[in-house]
């Protein structure tokens, strides 16, 4: 079994700053990737950032230059530090993780999500 357990998120005003962790936990051999994702009231789940096991990021336009991801393979952890903040930022913030458990197959895993609001 693999969980994803996400912290960090919260009320913040516009330009502020929040940082969210997201720990993967359980049998795993490999961690491929990881992701945060994020989905507002009547919108579909978009990807935010990515970070790959060797570290490589990408990021969506929307985000470019004001979230950074980053990742810890010690810890099996992937932040994402958002700054200025905007309101369309708002959303619930799903962690999403590509992985190898014990005794199954490659496969992606979600976290339960987080919400995000900004608003002043």
């Known amino acids: 079994q693999v969980q994803l357990v996400e912290s960090g998120g919260g009320l913040v005003q516009p330009g502020g700053s929040l940082r969210l962790s997201c720990a993967a936990s359980?049998?795993?051999?490999?961690?491929?990737?990881m992701a945060w994702y994020r989905q507002a009231p009547g919108n579909q789940r978009e990807l935010v950032a990515g970070i790959t096991s060797g570290g490589n990021g990408n990021y969506a336009d929307s985000v470019k230059g004001r979230f950074t991801i980053s990742g810890d393979a010690a810890k099996n952890t992937v932040y994402l530090q958002m700054n200025s903040l905007k309101p369309e930022d708002t959303a619930v913030y799903y962690c999403?993780?590509?992985?190898?458990?014990?005794?199954?197959?490659?496969?992606?895993?979600w976290g339960q999500g987080t919400q995000v609001t900004v608003s002043s």
């Open positions: 999403n993780a590509d992985i190898i458990a014990t005794y199954t197959d490659r496969r992606r895993y």
């Open positions: 359980g049998s795993i051999s490999m961690i491929y990737g």
